[in-house]
């Protein structure tokens, strides 16, 4: 005899509320450790667990009945204030690790100007952080969120399955993602094709990213963006869907690569000026060099991505749920 057994309906509401606790609990996991500011890897992992609560909380709002505090502009401003600081930590550590042991003795010296200016806006950076966790607007939001927790409430359209909402979320993100004018950069179209240039020189790029850095960047974070949202319906797909995910991470790597070196380009600028060649000559070659290994990487991905075929199965996959 086979015996019937009664599948479990996961309800937006579910989803959303598990996604919300776990990012929560992850980000004030590390709360303590980073107001102590002694460990770097405590921030890097509170500023993600806030980015991701903030993914949650955008994808899932409609769905909920969140106290006023807790919404994507307040966990948006903590995050920021703990990214400035973020950022300083990895322009450091690109300095010290990728490039200083590249350098003459000459040059090794003159960095010294750059961490003493990196370490004043660390600092500044520092203080803004601690203020941050004792403002009234962040404790509001913590316990606010908690209280939701104990005590969630939903809008109607939570009791709806996950399997038929997920799409609905996810692809008009996809569609930001795919139209974006980052991909554009550096293509022209030929006789109705659209092809990636393939020749350019490194003085060309160079050209080119101080025109379209921005774009570029801009990219990057709707790439991050789409990842964090896609993983937040990983349990509904398969190994493509993971596979896809892997991919979306790729490029928003790789294109963070070539913003940190931008913004380390820019950094050396405006604390040399115009010495800046006679004192860290070999260190600007080295940035350039790096910039232009990078933007060969992102060349077969932005290729790949261009194609039609590529963006059709990623729609695709979004409607193929388990």
């Known amino acids: 005899m086979k015996l ?45 667990g806030l980015r991701r609560l903030r993914t949650a909380i955008s994808r899932f709002e409609i769905f909920l ?13 903590i995050g920021k204030v703990l990214g400035s600081l973020r950022d300083l930590a990895v322009l450091k550590e690109l300095l010290e690790n990728n490039y200083q042991p590249h350098l003459s003795k000459q040059e090794q010296k003159s960095l010294a100007t750059v961490f003493s200016d990196l ?10 952080m601690q203020k941050i966790f004792k403002h009234e607007a962040y404790k509001d939001f913590k316990h606010e969120l908690e209280d939701w927790l104990a005590k969630p409430s939903y809008q109607v359209s939570a009791s709806l399955p996950i399997q038929q909402v997920s799409p609905d979320l996810l692809l008009p993100e996809i569609s930001q993602f795919f139209l974006h004018p980052g991909w554009l950069i550096g293509t022209q179209v030929v006789d109705g094709d659209l092809l990636v240039q393939a020749d350019w020189t ?7 990213l101080q025109i379209q850095g921005e774009t570029l960047h801009s990219l990057r974070k709707q790439a991050k963006r789409v990842r964090y949202q896609m993983e937040l319906f990983s349990d509904l797909y398969g190994e493509t869907f993971a596979t896809e995910i892997a ?10 690569m070539i913003q940190d070196s ?23 070659l080295l940035l350039t060099e790096n910039r232009y290994k990078l933007w060969q990487q992102w060349r077969s991905l932005q290729a790949k991505f261009l194609q039609s075929e590529t963006r059709q199965s990623f729609r695709l996959q979004i409607l193929q749920i388990r």
Not at 65 to 77: D, E, F, R
Not at 202 to 208: G, I, Q, V
Not at 249 to 256: D, H
Request: no cysteine.
């Open 262 to 284: 931008i913004v380390l380009n820019d950094w050396l600028e405006n604390i040399f000026f115009l010495e800046r060649q006679d004192q860290l000559g070999g260190l600007s």
């Open 202 to 208: 490194s003085k060309e790029l160079e050209k080119e």
């Open 4 to 48: 019937v057994t009664k599948t479990t309906v996961k309800t937006t509401g579910n989803s959303a509320y598990q996604a919300i606790k776990k990012h929560f609990e992850k980000t004030i996991k590390w709360e303590k450790t980073v107001k102590k500011d002694e460990d770097p890897e405590a921030l890097h992992q509170m500023r993600v």
């Open 119 to 128: 370490a004043k806006h660390r600092q500044i950076a520092a203080t803004h």
């Open 65 to 77: 009945s969140l106290p006023k505090s807790v919404n994507q502009k307040s966990i948006g401003k």
């Open 247 to 256: 991919e979306v991470k790729n490029i928003q790597e790789i294109l963070g």
